[in-house]
Every structure is written in C-alpha cells, then in structure tokens.
C-alpha cells in the first residue's frame, strides 16, 4: 500500500486485492463532525461557518479588520464550540462570543454586529450599550 497527501483533507491510497491481485486507488477524507445551531424558536439548523462569516463581514465593512483577523475569531470560535464535544450548540451562545471577540477588536465593528445581533427597538437600548461599552 502507498500512501500519499494530495493536500491536508485527502489522503490517496493504492491497494491490491489480495483475491485477485488487482490494484486500484481509493481516496479518505476525514469527515468533519456536524454541529447544529438550535435557534431562539428552538429550531435546530446546520451550523454555516458561511453564515457567520458574512455577518462579521458586514459588522467590520469599511474597518480596519483584516481578513485575517475575521477568520482567527472563526477559527477560534469553532475551536472552542468543538472542543465541547457536544452535537448542538446555542446560537446565542454562537453570537455572544462573536460579539465578545468583535469587541476586543473594533469596538466599532462590534456595535454594528450588536446592533442587529440584539434587535435593538429604540435608541435607548442602543445607547445603554455604547454606555456599558464605553464604561470599561
């Protein structure tokens, strides 16, 4: 048998059947574990790392965030929801993180995703927020 790594994702094999001696390839990709989003109404949804990339994206439109820095809050969020070995996953709790991560990184940026994050209903609310931001 010859192993071989087209790329990270997919390792390629040659085999022989030991019946007949005949050699054929055979591809392995490791399979990545679903992870469902179980929404407020209790929904459960398919977690979409796409989905979540474009709600950063239009929170840090026209800041100084870097691609980069949008995929390691990512990356860093999807560590730790699969790190609790758990199939399901609060969408809250999903965009309580993203918010705690945008803060720490453009602060701005992290109003825009609170904003539509929380459904703020009146400037009030919207106020109380920039004041607890602006307090610490």
Do not use: H, W
């Not at 048998?1 to 997919?10: F, L």
């Not at 929904?43 to 820095?69: F, H, I, M, T, W």
């Not at 809050?73 to 758990?86: D, N, P, T």
């Not at 459904?119 to 931001?133: G, K, M, T």
Request: aromatic share 8%.
């Amino acid at each position: 048998m010859v192993d071989s790594r087209d790329d990270e994702s997919v390792v390629r094999r040659r085999r022989e059947c030991l019946a007949c001696k005949g050699r054929f390839t055979t591809y392995e990709r490791m399979e990545a574990p679903r992870l469902y989003a179980v929404k407020k109404d209790g929904r459960r949804e398919l977690y979409n790392r796409e989905k979540v990339v474009s709600g950063l994206r239009r929170a840090c439109e026209k800041r100084p965030v870097s691609d980069a820095q949008m995929e390691e809050i990512v990356a860093s969020l999807e560590r730790s929801m699969f790190a609790r070995g758990e199939s399901e996953v609060q969408s809250a709790l999903v965009g309580e993180k993203l918010m705690e991560a945008l803060k720490t990184v453009d602060p701005v940026a992290y109003i825009r995703f609170a904003s539509v994050y929380r459904s703020f209903r009146d400037v009030e609310s919207f106020q109380a927020e920039l004041a607890e931001l602006l307090s610490k």
